[in-house]
């Protein structure tokens, strides 16, 4: 390859990464289309924290469900087209949000959401493989994973700011509803970009039809213990996620006496921290033999801060900042998290294995949620931080299992 073309495909390449790492940071976004709301909630509808949690439920098991049979889906007609509907269920979120009289409104809207969620995971991961060239895909990985921390860190803010200055956090919601709109006529004006039907790079993970051509049933993926160990993965790092994004503010207020005005950003706080952690963690996961042990010890030291958090013995502002802190070492995990399900999936399955995996995330999110809401309104605020610290503990134990045998599977290919 020449200088011109290898600068060709660099522009490309940069192009796919940059508009499925917009994509991401909407979807992500759209996660935190209410729970940055939930105390405006509380007082002009009267709902409890449990109830609330039962908002993000609903999310996350229309989007859990959802995110499994995108795969397949993905797999069958393309990336492309299933990424637009996505985003304009993500509009219609917004928009139902904005009229919601009760509980019942908050619902159609995280269902609306939940639903414009699901498809995500395998949309993204189909786009990169088959568009990036296998020397920028760990970075690939890695700016996606940074742009959802992004879209989680950004969501806070921009509720607080627009409320703040139109008075009414109605206002908010249309504006999200407007962003989703942007970015589908921003996909749609670049689609040849993210055309997932164009395979760029030389190595590329097989297609539905090459894993039919290799005598493989579709759902043979199923059988394998990485998939499962995968997604148990996704499913305790996600709980503990769950638990920082809907209830880390209030439970810092009440745990360190602080005003929910200052706690409300400590998930904006986790969430860049997270970033940071992602820009590092490309390069831990080029450089890295054994993933495992990157996310391993990179979760621990998360869970660590975590409990610190949980104990009450920190001054006030130092909490905060030990809780903001704890995002860096799930993001460092990140990239190497993707790189090791990567590893972990047979050929031809691509959509499916991240589609199946990543639903493990939205189930975590699902259950955990009313947990932890429940959790918050005993009052036992420090049981927040705690439970999301024993979580990683857990998630950590299942990516060791998912290294170990990916490790044992490349030493009987090798002999």
């Known amino acids: 390859m020449g200088a011109r073309e290898a600068v060709a495909g660099g522009r490309q390449d940069a192009l796919t990464i940059g508009l499925v790492g917009l994509a991401h940071g909407t979807s992500h976004f759209f996660h935190m289309l209410l729970p940055p709301l939930f105390p405006l909630f509380v007082r002009e509808f009267g709902v409890s924290y449990a109830e609330l949690g039962l908002v993000v439920t609903l999310f996350f098991v229309i989007s859990g469900v959802g995110q499994a049979l995108a795969g397949f889906l993905v797999d069958r007609v393309g990336a492309r087209p299933v990424l637009f509907v996505a985003l304009g269920c993500f509009a219609a979120a917004g928009l139902a949000a904005s009229v919601a009289q009760d509980l019942n409104g908050l619902m159609l809207a995280a269902a609306l959401a939940g639903l414009g969620n699901s498809p995500f995971h395998p949309v993204d991961f189909t786009i990169l493989n088959k568009r990036v060239s296998q020397a920028r895909l760990g970075h690939a990985f890695s700016v996606h994973g940074i742009s959802g921390n992004l879209g989680w860190a950004a969501a806070p803010i921009f509720h607080h700011v627009v409320t703040d200055l139109t008075g009414s956090w109605r206002h908010a919601m249309v504006g999200c509803a407007s962003w989703a ?235």
């Open 181 to 415: 709109l942007a970015v589908l006529l921003l996909m749609v004006w670049q689609r040849r970009a993210i055309d997932d039907r164009v395979v760029v790079r030389a190595t590329v993970p097989g297609s539905a039809k090459a894993a039919a051509a290799s005598g493989q049933s579709t759902f043979a993926f199923l059988r394998l213990p990485s998939v499962w160990l995968c997604f148990s993965f996704f499913f305790f790092s996600t709980s503990a996620l769950s638990a920082i994004q809907s209830f880390a503010g209030p439970a810092l207020s009440r745990l360190y006496d602080l005003p929910t005005d200052v706690t409300a950003y400590v998930v904006s706080g986790y969430m860049v921290a997270g970033a940071i952690g992602m820009v590092m963690g490309g390069f831990l996961a080029a450089r890295s033999e054994r993933l495992e042990r990157t996310i391993g010890q990179c979760l621990a030291g998360s869970a660590v801060l975590l409990t610190l958090v949980a104990s009450g013995w920190l001054p006030p502002s130092v909490a905060l900042v030990v809780t903001a802190l704890a995002g860096l070492g799930t993001g460092l995990a990140g990239p190497s998290r993707d790189m090791l399900i990567k590893q972990a999936s047979p050929p031809g399955a691509t959509g499916r294995v991240y589609g199946t995996v990543y639903s493990g995330l939205d189930i975590g999110f699902a259950l955990a949620s009313p947990v932890f809401g429940a959790i918050l309104d005993a009052g036992h605020a420090g049981g927040v931080f705690l439970g999301a610290a024993l979580a990683l503990a857990l998630g950590v134990a299942c990516a060791s299992l998912v290294g170990l045998r990916v490790a044992l599977s490349a030493r009987r290919v090798a002999a």
